[in-house]
């Protein structure tokens, strides 16, 4: 019975992941899981040029639930993710929404800066760790 569990837990993941396909989401907006309060989304704000380097800029803005659809919160004004990293952590493309470039460009050049010019961190497990 073990065994049998362990192969649809496989089967669901993989086939979870292996139906994404963030570059055919052209507005680079993704759902997030919602916490209790909150609904959470991410923006890829390089998603032509991860396809060569592999690593995505996001930004991450939530909303409260209670909230009108203009109070938006920004969670996170970017974080360098892999694709692996990226992959556990949406759930489905969103056809609308803004794009909030003025916080993500600012944290995106600070990040540029770091290692003598190299860039920072990338982050390698999920949105949500690299958030903490």
Known sequence: M???IFLVILF???SASAEINLEANTTGIWSMPPTTQQNRWLIIHNLSE???TGIYHIEVIGRDKKAPVWKIKHLAAHIAIDNPALLKSIIKPLKKGD???ESFDNALSTWQKENDGKGG???TTSVIECMK
Do not use: E, S
């Open 2 to 4: 073990k065994t049998v």
């Open 12 to 14: 669901f993941n993989y």
């Open 50 to 52: 991860a396809q060569t």
């Open 99 to 101: 794009d909030y470039p």
């Open 121 to 123: 961190a990338v982050c």
